[in-house]
């Protein structure tokens, strides 16, 4: 009996150490769980191939999406990447695109109000294309790859076939030009053709939507094409497909689709003059004056009161530069979705739900893609070691007008008063003191008191 009281004392310890140990597990297992499934949802590291081919690639992140409820966006970032010397084939989309040149030159042609549009993009550039525009890219330099970002605006039609699609003009057996999936008769007729030459005319072209155009790869027809002078090139592309219109007004009306599209594409004589006049510029992010700037960082952005043709898209474009340890203030977007992509260096993003707990705090690197929900608050860290700069589209042209919780002329500092005060049960005197003690504002330095390895 003795034995027994002297060992009852030890099993309730032990037991009552067993039952902490579970419960700590448990507990340290739901904040691993609630962080692993905030980074599952914040960070969208899951990149899809559109394209591949030996010349260059476009990839793809899905943006964030949780069926039933409040975590979903229509836009999609795309990653194109383009081989010296090389031609993104000619392709309308049916999704808004809005180009950011990341890296390298290009050259876009496209079509705008029924004119050939062609422009030179430069490192920094902005540049849109609508949605059912026809356009290519073309790397013209011989030594450095081009690296381009664009959002892509899912737009309803799609969202019943797939999250993108690419609809080429050129092609044969891969990729397929959309003139392919004709009757041959009829597409022969329509192009007065033979079934012959046309069956050769949709079959040549076997490297891929991304095409080497010299060296000791094959040079096709594109090579040709995109050496000539705007007006040359209108008619090249009218000598390819043999476009003559029809006499017969019966004949006419029985092609009108087909013949209307490759009208449009491929622009009328009356305009050949006018090649490019009337198409937008494009509008360099690099050479603007910064929107903020303090010794701890600079932010820059466009929207449609900035740069008109992003109006078109409904999308607003961003970059931010944070100097080593600083930190983006906390914030929230009022009016829009926000997506980054992190340029330079790494740092962390943190996001919180609306009931006041912790979303995700993942530390990012270059070439991670992240969102933030409208209204969900957030911030952006950068590490101690090297600045942080990371570019970003919206999903509105409007001007964001982000709302800052923390730091000089926030929201914190504009409800100060007793009712705020009571918000938090303390007094308006001790409320003024922590809401006056930051001094800056948008952009904060990081603390004396911050770990090292806090990023």
Known sequence: MGNIRTLLPLVLVLFSALVASVCGYEYEGRKSEQRTQGEK????????????????????????????????????????????????????????LVLFVHHGEARVGHI???????????????YTIPAGSAFYLENRNENQRLRIICSIDITSESMGWHAFQSFFIGGGTHPASVLAGFDHTTL???????????????????????????????????????????????????R????????????????????????????????????????????????????FKNEYGWTKKLDESDYSPLKQSGHGVYIVNLSPGSMMAPHVNPTAIEYGVVLKGTGRIQIVY???????????????????????????????????????????????????????????????GPEFAAAFGIGEKRLKRITNAQHEQIILPSSSSTPGDMV
């Not at 899905?62 to 999609?76: D, T």
């Not at 705008?112 to 902005?126: C, N, P, T």
């Open 354 to 416: 609306p009931n006041g707990t912790l979303a995700m705090n993942a530390r990012v690197r270059e070439g991670d893609v992240f969102w933030v929900p409208r209204y969900f608050p957030f911030c952006q860290i950068a590490s101690t070691n090297g600045p942080f700069e990371f570019f970003g589209f919206t999903t509105s042209a409007r001007r964001n007008h982000p709302q800052f919780l923390v730091g000089r002329n926030s929201l914190i500092q504009r409800l100060r």
């Open 188 to 238: 022969s007729t329509a192009l007065n053709v033979s079934t012959e030459e046309l069956k050769t005319f949709l079959t040549r072209q076997t490297s891929g939507p991304i095409v080497h155009l010299s060296g000791s790869h094959h040079t096709n027809t594109w090579s040709e094409f995109l050496a000539q002078e705007p007006h040359h090139k209108l008619a090249h592309l009218k």
């Open 240 to 291: 390819i497909v043999n476009f003559e219109e029809e006499a017969n007004s019966k004949q006419e009306e029985s092609t009108w689709s087909l013949r209307k599209i490759l009208f449009t594409l491929l622009n009328r004589e009356d305009i050949v003059n006018r090649v490019g006049h009337r198409a937008p510029s494009a509008c360099s992010l690099y050479n603007r004056n910064t929107d």
């Open 41 to 96: 949802w914040f960070l969208l590291r899951q990149l899809h191939n559109v394209v591949q081919t030996d010349a260059g690639s476009m990839r793809m992140v899905k943006g964030g999406y949780r069926a039933g409820s409040f975590l979903h966006s229509p836009m999609h970032i795309g990653f194109i990447s383009m081989e010296p010397n090389s031609l993104f084939i000619p392709q309308y989309l049916d999704s808004d």
């Open 112 to 126: 705008y109000r029924d004119e050939l549009a062609e422009k030179s993009l430069k490192q920094g550039d902005i």
